[in-house]
């Protein structure tokens, strides 16, 4: 594998770093780093979609002919590496990299010129209901029933950790509409209106204290079955379509590193107790350079799937070990900031949120006050878009062959 940049694509990361040191405002910047949930608020994200909006590039993974730049995988990879070392704030997932790819696979002509473009332009903000109470990792027992009504379906149901439901105006969900076929087969996919009579949403705090997730309830919802995607018991297809783009063909190592980074930089200001700092502390060193070279690995998986996507080639399961690995990355980089705060690391304000105006002043630092509510909340990483289980049961099937 050749790790080089062509000359063309060593102008295109100039061109991204020129771009992002001239529009990665301040106040973006510190929303991004200062929130401990996993998901970006929608003031800061939507902000950050504006931005690249437009310039022309929030549509970075998208074919040309929908809005999107048509980048190859290489340049793809570069953009996201750039904004990830600039600390941009990760981008909203649910509508550019989850439901835009399925509805220009398997949508109609009317669902592509409806929903593309208001994803782009933000008009439209997703949320994903997949998972009930009872369907999580084995998603197809979802109960969720949708009962084909003349030209409607009515909803009866409910979906849970549902991550931003309130913030969202449309949900892409899983529906049962046929109990009577094998349980994968008797799946649809549906595009739903979040201001439809009949939904409501529930928040659920995590451990944090943050609003992040939700159970929606579904109380005789008429959806219009314009609003299916692909054909009726194709949902199951399409989920799966859509759980391979969830969980890879991501750059999660540069964002990994960007925060090693940054403990870097606070631990050599912060005391070890003995009159150093925890920069020179010999078992601090070792952790950090272990978790350095976890990073370093899994950027070097990352940059494999980027070379077979170039070349044409799907990831496919490949991706459920970046997924792995990334999330215990996650929680081993977390658990070494409050190590790294010590007293100071443990604390957790109930005020949200910690950026902007308002925001609780911190007992010792910012990035002290942010160590403990990150550390909490990035325990979902390793549930979400698949747990660690799930996810070595498919590379030990699928990638293994064992
Ligand atoms: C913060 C957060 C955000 C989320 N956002 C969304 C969202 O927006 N939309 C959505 O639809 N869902 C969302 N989810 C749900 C997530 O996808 C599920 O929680 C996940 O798939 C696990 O399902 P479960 O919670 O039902 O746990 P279960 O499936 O009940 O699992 C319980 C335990 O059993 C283990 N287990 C289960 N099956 C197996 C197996 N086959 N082999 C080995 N071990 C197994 C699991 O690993 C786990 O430890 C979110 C979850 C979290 C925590």
């Known amino acids: 594998m050749d790790i080089d940049l062509s000359s063309g694509d060593s102008a295109f990361r100039d061109e991204v770093r020129c771009f992002l040191k001239d529009n990665l405002t301040a106040a973006i910047r510190d929303g991004s780093a200062r929130t401990p949930s996993v998901f970006t608020e929608p003031d800061i994200g939507q902000a950050w979609n504006d931005v690249l909006y437009r310039k022309g590039w929030l549509g970075y993974q998208w074919p040309v002919e929908y809005g999107g730049t048509g980048w190859s995988p290489v340049q793809r990879y570069i953009f996201e590496k750039e904004c990830a070392m600039a600390g941009a704030p990760n981008l909203t997932v649910l509508g550019l990299k989850l439901v835009a790819p399925v509805i220009w696979t398997f949508g109609t002509e009317e669902q592509k010129r409806f929903y593309l473009p208001r994803i782009l332009s933000g008009e439209d903000y997703w949320c994903q209901g997949f998972s009930e109470p009872g369907a999580g990792s084995d998603l197809a027992a979802l109960q969720c029933r949708a009962v084909r009504d003349g030209d409607r379906y009515i909803l009866n149901g409910s979906k849970i950790w549902t991550t931003h439901a309130h913030h969202a105006n449309r949900m892409f969900c899983l529906v049962r509409t046929d109990p009577g076929a094998k349980k994968q087969a008797g799946i649809s996919f549906l595009l739903v209106d979040m201001e439809l009579p009949g939904i409501s949403v529930r928040p659920i705090l995590t451990i944090a204290g943050d609003h ?91 940059l494999k799937i980027v070379s077979e996507l170039a070349k044409g080639r799907k990831p496919g399961p490949q991706t459920s070990l970046t997924k792995l690995l990334a999330s215990n990355l996650r929680q081993e980089i977390d658990l070494l ?40 909340n990035s325990r979902a990483w390793t549930i979400f878009g698949g747990t660690n289980e799930v996810q070595s049961g498919i590379i030990a099937r699928s990638v293994l062959g064992l």
């Not at 194709?234 to 990994?256: D, Q, V």
């Not at 690391?345 to 006050?369: K, W």
Request: glycine share 12%; charged share 25%; net charge negative.
């Open 212 to 302: 992040e997730v939700n159970q929606v309830f579904l109380e005789n919802v008429n959806v219009p079955a314009e609003d299916r995607v692909g054909q009726e018991g194709e949902g199951w297809t399409i989920a799966k379509f859509l759980l391979e783009n969830e969980r890879g063909g991501s750059c999660h190592a540069p964002k990994l590193g960007y925060d090693l980074d940054r403990l870097e930089e606070v631990a050599r200001h912060e005391s070890d107790g003995q009159g150093g700092v925890m920069a020179g502390d010999a078992g601090w060193k070792r952790k950090m350079a272990g978790a350095r070279l976890r990073v370093q690995a899994l950027e070097m998986i990352e």
């Open 337 to 376: 900031a409050v190590d790294l705060h010590g007293y100071a690391g443990l604390q957790l304000n109930s005020e949200r949120p910690l950026y902007g105006p308002d925001a609780p002043p911190p007992v010792h630092s910012h990035d002290a006050q942010l160590a403990t509510p990150r550390y909490l």
